[in-house]
C-alpha cells in the first residue's frame, strides 16, 4: 500500500491551496479528486473570471459576512491568511486583477490563471495530483489513516477532508465530507442550499413571470438583514445579488420586503411629474422611472388608471408603498443545481479554529465549504477557502 505524508481528500480552491503549504514546508502529499479536472469552481467562478477575495473583510466585518453556528469560528483563519495575503501571492504569480464592486476582487484575464497558480505550487515539491480517483471511504488504520478510493487504497497519518459541499452536483459535488465526518462521530449543523435564486408560488409567478428578464437596483429585507444590490426577476422567481444574499439568512415560510426604488422617493419624483407632465398615463408616468413592464404590474397591483394628473397624492403614496414596500413570500430555492454553495457543515465545535484538526480524531482536518462557515457572495467564499486551507497546511 502506499504511503504519504498527507492526503488531502479534494482539488477544489481549499484542497488544492492546503496542498501547496504542505508541499512548501516539504511534505509528501497526495491530492484526489474523482473529477477529470481540478478546480472546476474555480474556473467557472466570477463568469470565468474567480472573484478571489474581497477587500472589505476585516477582523471586523468577518463576523457579519460569514454565517455559522460560531460567528466567531472563521476569525483565526482568516485573520491569520488574509485577503491581502492572498493577494500578495496573486501578485506574486503574475496574475492581473482588479477591484469591480464593493472590494470584490477579479482576475482580469481567465481564473484558470488561479488553478495553475495552485498547480505551479503542488508540483514545486513532492505533491502529485491523482484524478478520476473517486473518495469512498477513511478509516483509521494504527496511527493513521486508510482511504478508500476507486484506484485502490492509501495511506497517511494526515487526512484533509476539502471535498465541498452539496452545490451543483453537476459539477462534482458529493457531500461525502459529511459522511466522513459522521463516520467519525463529528457532528453536522443541517445543511441548505444558500447564494441561491429563490422560487414563487404559481399564482404569483402568473403575474410576475411577465417581468422575467427585468434586472434593476433594490434593498431586499429579511429581519434586520438587508442588502442593497440588483435583482432579478426570473421565470421562476427571483435571482440577482440581492436575492443570493438574501437566500442564505432565508427560511421556508418567511416573508421578504423589497424595495424597487431605494433611496428615492417614489411619491414625490411622481408628484413632481405630474405638475409638469400631468396628461401622461399614470403607468407611462411610472415608466419613466422603472422598467415599463414592473410599472404597468405595479398599476394593475394598485387597481389605479387613467392619467397621472387623476391621481391625488394618497394615490401616489399607494403606489409608491407597492413598490417601496413590496412583501414576497417565496415558496422554495432553485435547490443544489443552482446553489453557488452549502451553509452548514462540519460542526465548528468539533474542529480546533487554528488547525481545522478534528479535537476528537488527531490528524484528520476539515477545510473549506465542507466546514460550517458561509461566506457571502463576493469572494468571501474563496477567502474561506484560503484561509483555511493555509491554517491546516501549517500543520499536517
Ligand atoms: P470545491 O467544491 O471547490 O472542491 C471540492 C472538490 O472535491 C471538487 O473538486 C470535487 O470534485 C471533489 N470531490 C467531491 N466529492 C468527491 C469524492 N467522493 N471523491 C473525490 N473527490 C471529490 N466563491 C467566491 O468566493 N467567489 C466567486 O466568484 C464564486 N463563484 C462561484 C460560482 C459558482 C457557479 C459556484 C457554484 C460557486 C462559486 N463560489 C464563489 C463558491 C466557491 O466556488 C466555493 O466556496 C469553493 O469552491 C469551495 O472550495 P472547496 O475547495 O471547499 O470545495
Not at 17 to 28: L, N, S, T
Not at 130 to 151: I, K, P
Request: a neutral charge.
Amino acid at each position: 500500500m502506499e504511503n504519504w505524508d498527507v492526503i488531502i481528500l479534494g482539488a477544489g480552491a481549499a484542497g488544492l491551496f492546503c496542498a501547496g503549504e504542505a508541499v512548501r514546508r516539504g511534505r509528501r502529499v497526495l491530492v484526489l479528486d474523482h473529477a477529470a479536472n481540478p478546480g472546476e469552481k474555480i474556473r467557472i467562478s466570477g463568469g470565468g473570471r474567480c472573484n478571489f477575495t474581497n477587500r472589505e473583510l476585516t477582523r471586523q466585518s468577518a463576523p457579519e459576512r460569514f454565517l455559522s453556528e460560531n460567528q466567531r469560528f472563521a476569525l483565526s483563519a482568516l485573520s491569520r491568511f488574509t485577503a491581502a495575503d492572498f493577494i500578495a501571492r496573486i501578485d506574486r504569480a503574475g496574475i492581473a486583477w482588479h477591484e469591480k464592486h464593493r472590494g470584490q476582487l477579479f482576475c482580469d484575464g481567465k481564473a484558470t490563471q488561479v488553478i495553475r497558480m495552485l498547480l505551479s505550487d503542488l508540483g514545486a515539491g513532492a505533491g502529485e495530483l491523482r484524478l478520476d480517483c473517486a473518495v469512498e471511504a477513511v478509516r483509521r488504520e494504527g496511527d493513521g489513516f486508510e482511504v478508500a478510493t476507486s484506484l485502490g487504497h492509501v495511506r497517511a497519518p494526515h487526512v484533509v477532508v476539502a471535498t465541498g459541499g452539496k452545490s451543483i452536483p453537476k459539477m462534482g459535488a458529493t457531500g461525502i465530507g459529511y459522511r466522513i465526518a459522521e463516520s467519525f462521530g463529528l457532528r453536522l449543523t443541517e445543511t441548505r442550499p444558500a447564494l441561491v435564486p429563490l422560487t414563487f408560488a404559481e399564482q404569483d409567478l402568473a403575474r410576475t413571470a411577465p417581468m422575467a428578464g427585468i434586472a434593476l437596483p433594490a434593498r431586499v429585507r429579511h429581519g434586520r438583514t438587508s442588502f442593497d444590490e440588483d435583482l432579478l426577476f426570473t421565470h421562476r422567481g427571483l435571482s440577482g445579488p440581492a436575492i443570493l444574499q438574501i437566500s442564505s439568512y432565508w427560511r421556508e415560510g418567511d416573508m421578504l420586503n423589497l424595495d424597487l426604488f431605494p433611496g428615492r422617493n417614489l411619491a414625490q419624483e411622481l408628484a413632481e411629474i405630474r405638475s409638469t407632465a400631468g396628461r401622461v398615463a399614470l403607468h407611462n408616468a411610472l415608466a419613466r422611472l422603472i422598467p415599463e413592464k414592473l410599472a404597468a404590474y405595479a398599476v394593475a397591483e394598485t387597481g389605479l388608471s387613467g392619467r397621472l394628473a387623476d391621481q391625488n397624492n394618497r394615490a401616489l403614496e399607494r403606489l409608491a408603498d407597492q413598490l417601496h414596500k413590496w412583501e414576497v413570500r417565496p415558496v422554495g430555492s432553485e435547490g443544489y443545481r443552482t446553489a453557488e454553495v452549502t451553509l452548514g457543515g462540519v460542526s465548528t465545535a468539533d474542529l480546533d479554529a487554528k488547525t481545522m484538526e478534528a479535537r476528537a480524531v488527531p490528524g484528520l482536518y476539515f477545510i473549506g465549504e465542507v466546514v460550517d462557515v458561509t461566506g457571502w457572495l463576493g469572494g468571501y467564499n474563496f477567502q474561506w477557502a484560503w484561509s483555511s486551507g493555509w491554517a491546516a497546511g501549517q500543520v499536517v
